[in-house]
Every structure is written in C-alpha cells, then in structure tokens.
C-alpha cells in the first residue's frame, strides 16, 4: 500500500470455518487445501483420500446385515466377492435394489451369498457419498454440524426389506439343509447294514453281487451328512464293502473284474491330483481336490497288492496340493501380520497429530498434509488378519476424526474472530465514506493513509463478504484520490505559469542598473516579486537563491554609493574643524564608543545563532540575524575608516 492510494491487489480471500469441517463420522480421508490470494492465507477443506469403499464394507458389516451359519471361507469370499462386485460396478441406487429383487425370485437362495455382499457394499458406498454432500451444503449453508439429520432414504428401506426377505429364505434353507443331511445320514445308515446282510443272503452270487451295486449306486446318490459324522460313516461303509468281497464267494473273474475297475479309477484320480500341483490357482486346485477325495471316497476297494501302493500314490499327489495350499495361505497371513504391523504404527502417527498444541493456520495445513500421507500410505497397504481387519480400520478412522474434529473447532474460534474484523473493517469503510468528498486535500488524504494502515493490521473477514467490503473501502479511497489529481492537475498548470513569470522578473532584475536608482526602485521589485504566486517545488529553492542573490546585488551597489557619498560628507565635516583641536577629539572619541558598542553587539548576535541552529524552524531566524551582523560589521568598518580620517587629518 502505498503513502497516498491502496494497491490494486484484491482483498485476501479467507474460508469460513464450515469450509474447514471435516465430516468425521462419515470419511476419515478429508484434508486441508491452502490457498494463497493477496497477503494472506485460503483455508479450506477437501477430500484429499477416499475411503468410501473401507466405510461402505463397514457399514454393509452392520448388525441387521448378519448372517447366521456362514460357512464361506475367506479365502473364498475374496475371490468370488471381486466378481460380484465388478457386475453391479455401474449400477445407481435404484438398479441395485432392483438387481437383488430379481435375484431373490430367479436364483437359488444358496448361490446368491457373493451377490448380496456384492449389492451391500455397492449400495452403501453411493448411499454415503450422498449423504456427505448433503452434509457439506447444510454446513455451507450455515448450518451446525450437530444439527444435521441425514433424511430417510427409501432405497435403503427396501434394500433393508430384501435383506431380511433372503435372510429369512436363507435360514430356511440351511435348516432344511441340516435336516436333509440328517436324512442322508439315516438313508446311509440303513445301505450300511443291507451291505452287512448281504454277506447271510443265501441267494445266488450273481443276484447277491447285483443287489451290491444297487446298494453303491444308492450311496452315491444319497448326498452329504453331518460333517461331525462323514468320517465314521464312510470308514464303515468302506469296511463292510470289504468284507462283503472277502466273504462273500463271488465268481473270482467278476471279483477280479470290478477290482480292476475300481484300480483304473482309482489311477485316474491319482493322474487328476497330480495334475493339480501345476494349477495356476491354489485355491482353485484345492477345491478339486476335495471333490477328487469325495469321488475316492465312492469307488470300491482294489487288489491287496495295489491297495498300499495306489493309496500311497494318491495320498502323495494330495500332501503336494495341501503343501501348496497351506504355504500359499500361510504368505497370506504372514503378509497380513505385517500389514497390522504397518498400520497399527500408522494409527500411532495419526494419532500422535491430535496431541501436538497447534495454535496457527500454517500449523493446521502442515499437520493436514502430513495425515493426508499418512492416508495416502494406509490405502497402498493391503488387508489386516480378519479378526483384526476391522477394530484397526476404526481406530485410524476415529483417529481421523478427532484431527479433524479439534480442526473444526479451531476455524469456529477463527470464525468469531473473523466476525469480529468485519466489523472492525465496515467501521473503517464508514470513516473512508464520511471524508471521501472532502476538499481538505492534506488532513484527509493523512486520515485516509492511517486507516489503510489499520486496514492491514487487521485480520481476515469470511470469504462470503470479505470481496465486498474490501471494494468498498477501495472505492471511498479511490473517489477521494482521484478527486485530489484531478484538483492538484489544475494547480500544476498554475504553478508553470508562475515559473515562467518569476523566472523572467528575475532575468530583469540580474540586468537592471542601480547606479542612477534608489531604495524604490528594490521595493517595486520586491513588490512584483510577491505578487506571483507559487511556483513547482522542484524550482522553488534554486529560484529563491537566485531572486535573493540579485536583490542583496542590488542593495549592495547601492550602499556602496551611499558609502562614498558618506565619506566625503565627513571629509568635508573635519576639515571644517581643523584647528579646533577639542571638536576633533570628541568626535573621535564618540566614533570610537560606536566601534566598541558594535563589537559588542556582533559578538551578541554571534553567539545567538548559535542558540538558534539547535531549534527547529529557525532557518528564518538565523538568515536575518547573519543580516544583522553584516550590516553591523559593515557600519563598523564605515566609523574606523572616519577614525582614520580623523587621525590623518590631526597629524
């Protein structure tokens, strides 16, 4: 700003405290963004880190979500979960909860675990990025924080129904499941001792070795038991089918016949287990190889001499895939351990910002950009152990929360300052107003200098009215200063005129001749002189210098010839007294009374221009004195020299 009229840098623009408020209970990830405009500093807040899919997961993880009798492993979920979510990626809130009506009435209930966990997360993840919006324009708007209510969504509502619909369905299912393997097990159970009477049968082998594989048919088709009871139940299934082909006395060749077979099967198992050890998916290689143990499982025995060797085989062929599967699982964990790790000392550093004493702006952004990293390296890390996947997810979220939420707090008291300065700053647009037509042109233009000072020294405004009362306080300053250039203008052009005036009196002066003058003829000078007005100030000394050299010129050649004149009047005046020896001597002796009294009064005069230098204002002061004293050492030399006159003429 400059000493008469303020610059053209806008006013600063300052954020609102409701700028500054993150949104704690819903995104942790939100971060101040510092914006300089004039001199001083923007601070707002924005999204800087999404964790909407994080708080979507956690939120679909809700109470009224549960399952109960969730059997799906979660090696599995990830897998199958991913592709679930990537079909209903694109689709809005509507689309969703359509999606999971269809899929309630054209899917079995037990295929549709993934979709619905798919449909959760997708739903929730637009439902609270809604909300946030909402939230942010009640803020802007003025609105307190504690005061908002998010309003119903009916979309929400129906996705709660059809939840509870297929969980309902899905109960139903896994207790009929339950109840069916119930069944199986009695069905089984039942083949099981047909299985032991058909060694007492006295029917033919042929009918009896028929009735046996009616039976194995009946036990493949019998489906699953109760997992606590599948071990038993096929150990002894296993051992009464081998006592039927020791005890019963079949035809050898039919005997040996179906041995073979069950040894063919038996080695296409084999062949399919040890294929598994090349399958790009561990997971996926494991999962087979259940389903090959279940078809062993259900093949019968094979000769003694292949019993050990065939099962030895297959047993291998399987430890290679469990090895597989274990060690791939074991990474996982591993990995995950260290990723708890990772963000466990995130969450201490997080948490570290709230504790530190943070009293400026500044020291809020800082402490903003180092929590966005510290968000920032928290996505690049992969999941934690599932037991603990979720608590440490929430403790960094409530760590993020209560940054934002004593950052919050801190712009509210910015905010009440801020109000404050308004205030300050519409009184100064007031007494800028109040003098802006004044024609007082050097008291008003210091006043409106002072009140630009103050203007400075006073913080920000709001964003909202801080453009508007800095134009105005512009506005008044501008109309004022333009009015003075315009006004001094006229006067500059007044000013030249009389330049050229004085400057051409003076020439007259340096040139005039005042041999033949008189005192008048100085004071006619001196009179025109001061009848011109003012001259630019860039002249006016060296102009002064110049009138005042040619004036005391004047004077000067004029006491000169008063001078001489004076001289020979005294000549003519002492020798008029020649002879009268006593006249002689007292006028000697009253010049040389003069001589002293006017040392004195020099030496006076002297010795008070030195009291005059150590004032201020005395410039004036000093000049007539040095005049003084000039002319008194002039009048001096004048009566010594009349001494000498009398001196000579006594001789």
Known sequence: MTTEKINSVPEEQVGTAEDAKNIATQEPAAAAEVVTDGDESVAQESIAVSFAEEDAAL????????????????????DRLAVSLEA????????????????????????????????KVAFYKQHRSEVEELRKSFLEQGGAIENFVAPADEYEAKLKEYFALYRTRREEYMNSLEQSKEENLKVKLQIIEELKALVETGETVGHTFQTFRQLQ????????????????????????????????????????????????????????????????????????????HEQWREIGPVASEHKDSIWERFKEASSRVNRQHQEYFEGIKEEQRKNLALKTELCEKAEALSTEMLTSRKEWNKASEKLIEIQKVWKTIGFAPKKDNTKIYERFRQACDKFFELKRSFYEGIKTEMEHNLQLKLEICEAAEAIQDSEQWKK????????????????????????AVWKRFRAACDHFF??????????????????????????????????????????????????????????????????????????????????????????????????????????RDRLYNKVKQLESDIATLENNIGFFSRSKGAEALIRDVENKIQRAK??????????????????
Request: glycine share 6%; hydrophobic share 35%.
């Open 217 to 292: 048919q009946r036990w493949k088709e019998a489906g699953p038991v109760p997992q606590n009871k599948m071990k038993d139940v096929w150990e002894t299934y296993n051992l009464h089918t081998e006592n039927f082909y020791n005890f019963v006395k079949i035809n050898k060749e039919l005997r040996d016949l179906d041995l073979q077979r069950n040894l063919e099967a038996k080695t296409a198992l084999c062949e399919a287990a040890e294929s598994l050890a090349g399958e790009e998916s561990v997971v996926a290689a494991f999962r087979k190889l259940q389903d090959l």
């Open 59 to 78: 939120a679909a993880e809700a109470p009224e979500f549960k399952l109960e009798n969730d059997e799906i492993g979660e090696e599995q979920t990830e």
């Open 444 to 467: 008003s233009a210091d006043e409106l200098i002072a009140l630009q000072k103050r203007w400075k020294d006073i913080g920000p405004v709001s964003r909202r009215h801080s453009d």
């Open 634 to 651: 002039q009048e001096m030399a004048e009566t010594i020299e009349k001494i000498n006159l009398i001196d000579k003429e006594q001789e």
């Open 88 to 119: 209903v990626a694109k689709m809005n809130k509507e689309e969703l909860v359509g999606y999971f009506a269809e899929l309630l009435e054209s899917r079995p209930i037990q295929s549709l675990r993934y979709d619905v966990e798919a449909v």
């Open 482 to 587: 333009a009015r003075k250039s315009e006004h001094f203008a006229s006067v500059d052009a007044e000013h030249a005129e009389n330049l050229a005036k004085k400057s051409a009196l003076l020439e007259e002066i340096e040139k005039f001749d005042i041999t033949g003058g008189s005192i008048e003829d100085i004071k006619e000078f001196q009179r025109r002189w001061s009848e011109i007005g003012f001259v630019p100030i860039k002249a006016k000394e060296e102009l002064q210098k110049r009138y005042r050299a040619a004036i005391d010129n004047l004077f000067a050649v004029l006491r000169s010839g008063d001078r001489e004149r004076g001289v020979e009047r005294f000549r003519n005046k002492i020798s008029g007294m020649k002879g009268q020896g006593g006249k002689l001597r007292n006028e």
